[in-house]
C-alpha cells in the first residue's frame, strides 16, 4: 500500500469474533490532512496544536459502514477482505491526493 501500512489480520480476526455478538456493523475511516501530501511527497500530518493555530486549514474524513453480515468468518477470508478494505481505503486517499479540491 502507498499510504497504509499493512494490515495485521490475526489481531483484527479476533477483534472480529468478539465484535460480532456486541454490533451489527463496523466502519472504516480514512482521516486526510490538508497538505499532508505535496509534490509527491507525504508530510507529516499535524498535531492538534498546529491544527488549532490555523497550519492545517482542513481535514477530510471519509466514512464507510460495513454491516456485520458482510465481514467474513473464517481467517483465511477475513484476511482477503482485509486485504481488500485497505487496498480501497489507498485508492480514496490517492483519489484525494490526485483531486482538484
Not at 495485521?8 to 463496523?26: C, D
Request: hydrophobic share 35%; with cysteine.
Amino acid at each position: 500500500f502507498r499510504h497504509h501500512l499493512t494490515p495485521r489480520p490475526r489481531g483484527t480476526q479476533i477483534v472480529l469474533e468478539t465484535l460480532r455478538a456486541y454490533t451489527s456493523a463496523v466502519y472504516s475511516i480514512c482521516i486526510v490532512y490538508d497538505g499532508a501530501f505535496r509534490d509527491g511527497e507525504r508530510r507529516t500530518a499535524p498535531d492538534l496544536a498546529r491544527f488549532l493555530y490555523g497550519h492545517c486549514r482542513w481535514v477530510y474524513v471519509h466514512i464507510r459502514r460495513i454491516p456485520m453480515s458482510a465481514v467474513p468468518v473464517e481467517p483465511r477470508d477475513v484476511k482477503e477482505w482485509l486485504n481488500q478494505l485497505f487496498r480501497r481505503k489507498d485508492e480514496v486517499v490517492e483519489d484525494f491526493y490526485n483531486a482538484e479540491h
